[in-house]
């Protein structure tokens, strides 16, 4: 009997995209012969999506030295709010405004709708963690709404600075330009390694209606970051070799501890997760192209908990920890959504344990950590793709109602049935 419900609606926020998505709970099915244990199967259908685009402004020093200028007293004013709401404990922005407003016009010479945005910003700081005061690093971000910022064109932007609007042309590829015409609301003006740039959001286009004919099985993993079910591997040797080179380097200059060497430990971390960022969007781009090639439906875990369920000897710990299993399942997720290729979850109980040609389940069946010997019909092979293989054929034996369900949840993506 197929009931798919609506659950929730699920919010997720991205260090740079965001889009909103709808989660389906399904069926429970019942799938080989341990028929015991009913499989739960996520389905994520994404109906509206928002990506942020980071867009280099292109600034002369003189523009440098005011939007610098501007971003210091912004959050100098953030930081100032951020002391009164944790002294008077509320976060509540218009009883704030009453109270501040007048003064961080006056201390810190912004604009009036800057000081609105200020308030804004120290608001949702403390609302996050009420323990502590909110602090402001100096070049954090300026928040600019259409009220001080406004976009001549495709390739040129006004901002308001301490010293009046400045107009800045907008560097920006070939690949992002046709988005910029979807731009939203407001943006944030951010400054990195000398350099400023304006993060704005715009709406995706509807993606292609796309019915799976096939499914596309990823094992998430350690050795290998991703293995799907064709047999790729997308291994984390080169990973391991940075992070090692990277960790030795960290080690020698704590011992250091000088503020030169605090000061490169600060740029190190940031060049290691710039890393993980590239590694995780290469992985993801490459298996939502494969989906797309071969029609298929990405499936994958359940990741939730995935902490405690890989065990993995002590030492490796530390690289469990940092390796960020996490962001990759996002980029994987909003990747999905944007192709429209559909996204399933599993629950991933036993998929490294089942053997796919007798469906025994057994913990001998791993005789070691990349090796699969079934103890009942000699069945072997590599553990992580015969994982991966496990976990497309959970979805793949009830592929006609899979594709039956996804068509009519795009033709109906609000009803309950
Ligand atoms: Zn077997």
Known sequence: ?????????????????????????????????????????WIVIIYAMMQTLKVKLDTSAENNRALLETMHQFNAACNYVGEKA?????????????????????????????????ISKSCEAYKRDKSIKPKFDPNGAVIYDQRIM?????????????DGRIMLPVVICDYHAPRLDRIRGQADL??????????????????????PQNVLGVDLGIKNIAVDSSGEE??????????????????????CGTDSAKRHLKKLSGKEARFHRDVNHCISKKLVAKAIDTSSAI??????????????????????????????????DYKAAIAGVPLICIDPA??????????????????????????????????????????AARVSVNMPIVARLFAELQAHPFREG
């Open 299 to 332: 499936v994958l875990e359940d990741l939730s908990g995935i902490r405690e369920r890989i065990t993995v000897p002590k030492a490796q710990r530390r690289k469990q920890h940092n390796w960020s299993f996490y962001q990759l399942r996002q980029y994987i």
């Open 190 to 211: 951010i400054f990195q390694n000398g350099t400023f740039y304006l993060c704005v959001v715009v709406d995706v286009p509807e993606p292609k209606k796309f019915v």
């Open 150 to 162: 406004s976009w001549k064109g495709l390739d040129r932007v006004s901002l308001l600075t301490l």
């Open 234 to 255: 997308f291994s984390g040797e080169k990973i391991e070799k940075v992070r090692s080179k990277i960790d030795n380097l960290k080690a020698d200059l704590q011992s």
């Open 350 to 391: 036993y998929t490294s344990q089942e053997c796919p040609i007798c469906h025994l389940i057994s913990r001998s069946n791993r005789p070691t950590r990349d090796e699969f010997s079934c103890v009942c019909c000699g069945f072997s092979g590599p553990a992580d793709t015969i994982a991966a293989r496990n976990i």
């Open 86 to 118: 944790f002294e008077l404990h509320t976060a509540n922005k218009i009883e704030l405004q009453k109270i501040v407003y007048r003064d961080i016009r006056e201390m810190f010479g912004i604009s009036a709708q800057m000081a609105v945005r200020a």
């Open 1 to 41: 009997m197929l009931q798919s419900r609506l659950l929730c609606l699920r919010f997720l926020s991205l260090h740079t995209y965001s889009f909103t998505s709808i989660r389906q709970e399904p069926p429970s099915f019942r799938v080989g012969r341990n028929a015991e244990s009913s499989i739960c199967i």
